[in-house]
């Protein structure tokens, strides 16, 4: 089992800026790669960035590309999102996960609970 809990989320103006974290409790946090997925209101989940295991590859959705930075440390066991030049439609529901090998665009293993950023106009 890993248990992961999500934090950083928040109310930011337009252009601002949040880093969301997820911290990684259980079995071993250097076997899994991690994802950062988002589900805004009426909208299908979405997988907005991931990393692989010892840190690479990455993905970016287009969305966030340019603007999101994911990272991991795997010392903490914790698994960031730097989100820059945050814009109104970025508001979501933003949900860390956890998948044993390569990371995957939408099988995962486990999930947090999720964390809400929300962005003014």
């Known amino acids: 089992q890993v248990q992961l809990v999500e934090s950083g989320g928040g109310l930011v103006q337009a252009g601002g800026s949040l880093r969301l974290s997820c911290a990684a409790s259980?079995?071993?946090?250097?076997?899994?790669?991690m994802g950062w997925f988002r589900q805004a209101p009426g909208k299908e989940r979405e997988l907005v960035a991931a990393i692989n295991k010892s840190g690479g590859p990455t993905y970016y959705a287009d969305s966030a590309k340019g603007r999101f930075t994911i990272s991991r440390d795997n010392v903490k066991n914790t698994v960031y999102l730097q989100m820059n030049s945050l814009k109104p439609e970025d508001t979501a529901v933003y949900y860390c996960a956890a998948r044993y090998g390569a990371w995957s665009m939408n099988e995962y293993d486990y999930w947090g609970q999720g964390t809400q950023v929300t962005v003014s106009s």
């Open positions: 259980g079995r071993a946090f250097g076997n899994y790669a």
